[in-house]
């Protein structure tokens, strides 16, 4: 701060958004560098890259180094003091008598403190903004024989906005799709029926299998998916708890005693083409069976198997 006071001119390329290089010279002499030594960076990333810093942490400084060619109140702030302190101390220094005023340099305090103190007085983040429904439009169209249309590459663009305030509001049940997982959730996003038929191409899945698994993905999400790709063996005293409790209510509705069949995480109402199933998430998903034998999705799921149970009895017996 000394040496930026000393001359009127630090002050004025500093507010003029310019790094005098004289300045970061006399700062280095002074024993308090302003550009942050290698030993006090610590790159960390969740990336597999092995290099040292990564290529995520690399862009990063180079975001930073960008930020500060435009605003070099960023070395400032690096050290610990914002543009308003900064600003401050120097119309302090400036305005003090050499002789008697000059206000002593502030005692430093550990890094430690210095870190716990900026975090406990941040504010908070302001709420993310909804993501716009349409990309901004690229200045340029895709090469003739890249197979790609501007229209797909600006809707793949929305597409990874959205995901990416998804993630940010802390939901990341999208995070680790697989590429078949990931198809059917472009296709439960009603793409058009080019895209849909194109999805089911290029995954080689069959056009009615695919079909069920987005309507899958409407009901369920991932899990609505695992649900239907993937049986597995619960407790068996929640199917045994299930399975009483929908034989009470088939009783109370006056039905035939038809007894309900259990297969894994499956109850099964024979010959009415009912089916309940168990996920992962303690839910039960209802399904109904077609006149091929085809089982699919039919309603949301429920965390009580007789709300799910009555959802799809409606729609297979209105009456």
């Known amino acids: 701060m000394d040496a930026v006071a000393a001359r009127a001119g630090h002050l004025a390329a500093l507010l003029d958004g310019e790094m005098p290089a004289q300045l970061v010279d006399a700062a280095r ?3 308090v560098p302003l550009l942050p030594q290698p ?23 180079y975001a930073i180094a960008a930020t500060i060619d435009t605003d070099p109140f960023v070395l ?3 050290r610990g003091r914002s543009r308003e302190e900064v600003l401050a101390q120097l119309r302090a220094r400036r305005t003090a008598s050499p002789a008697t005023d000059t206000p002593p ?3 430093g305090i ?5 870190y716990a103190a900026w975090a406990e007085h941040t504010p908070k983040l302001p709420d993310l903004p909804a993501p716009s429904p349409h990309a901004a439009a690229l200045p340029v169209p895709p090469p003739s024989d890249s197979g790609l249309s501007l229209t797909d590459l600006e809707r793949l663009m929305a597409d990874a906005a959205a995901r990416t305030t998804q993630l940010l509001s802390g939901d ?3 995070l680790h799709l697989t590429q078949h997982q990931d198809a059917v959730r472009i296709a439960a996003s009603s793409p058009g029926p080019e895209w849909f038929h194109n999805l089911i191409q290029n995954t080689g899945a069959k056009p009615t299998a695919f079909a069920r698994l987005v309507r899958a993905w409407h009901h369920g999400g991932p899990t609505g998916l695992t649900v239907a790709e993937q049986p597995h063996t ?3 005293a929640e199917m045994a708890a299930a399975r009483t409790a929908l034989t009470m209510t088939l009783t109370e509705m006056a039905t035939d005693r038809v007894p309900l069949r259990a297969w894994r995480n499956r109850l099964t109402l024979p010959g009415q083409g009912i089916q309940l199933r168990l996920g992962p998430d303690a839910r039960w998903y209802p399904y109904l069976q077609d006149d091929d034998g085809e089982w699919w999705p039919a309603a949301p799921a429920d965390t009580d198997p007789v709300t799910a149970f009555i959802s799809v009895w409606q729609q297979r017996s209105p009456t």
Not at 110 to 114: F, L, N, R
């Open 29 to 31: 002499q002074a024993g």
């Open 39 to 61: 030993t006090e960076l610590d790159p960390d990333c969740s990336c597999p890259d092995w290099g040292y810093p990564c290529k995520h942490a690399a862009a990063l400084c």
């Open 76 to 78: 400032f702030a690096l």
């Open 105 to 107: 340099a502030p005692a």
């Open 110 to 114: 550990p890094a430690v403190s210095a």
């Open 172 to 174: 990341t049940t999208c």
């Open 234 to 236: 619960p407790d068996p």
